[in-house]
Nanobody
């Protein structure tokens, strides 16, 4: 059983920053490919950023240069630093862990960008 617990969401003004964190319950965290997804009302869930077990990263075009994903294998955590936030970044953000055919999700954390 893998549990993922997100934290760090909230309300921020346009241009502001937030840092999301996701804690994984398993010590084999270092083996997981980790990702952050988001889903806005009426939209499909989309990949925002991902980091492999080896540390390679990829980002959605819409967040490149503004968001940074990182992982700390010693603490079993993955973070998403979000800068220069825009109203269109408003969504529920989900942490995801993949290992082989297994796929795990957190409960989600709301990010609202509004003045």
């Amino acid at each position: 059983q893998v549990q993922l617990v997100e934290s760090g969401g909230g309300l921020v003004q346009p241009g502001g920053s937030l840092r999301l964190s996701c804690a994984c319950s398993r010590s084999i965290f270092s083996l997981f490919h980790m990702g952050w997804y988001r889903q806005a009302p009426g939209n499909q869930r989309e990949l925002v950023a991902a980091i492999t077990s080896g540390g390679s990263t990829n980002y959605a075009e819409s967040v490149k240069g503004r968001f940074t994903i990182s992982r700390d294998n010693a603490k079993n955590t993955v973070a998403l630093q979000m800068n220069s936030l825009k109203p269109e970044d408003t969504a529920v953000y989900y942490c995801n862990a993949k290992l082989g055919l297994s796929d795990y999700w957190g409960q989600g954390t709301q990010v609202t960008v509004s003045s």
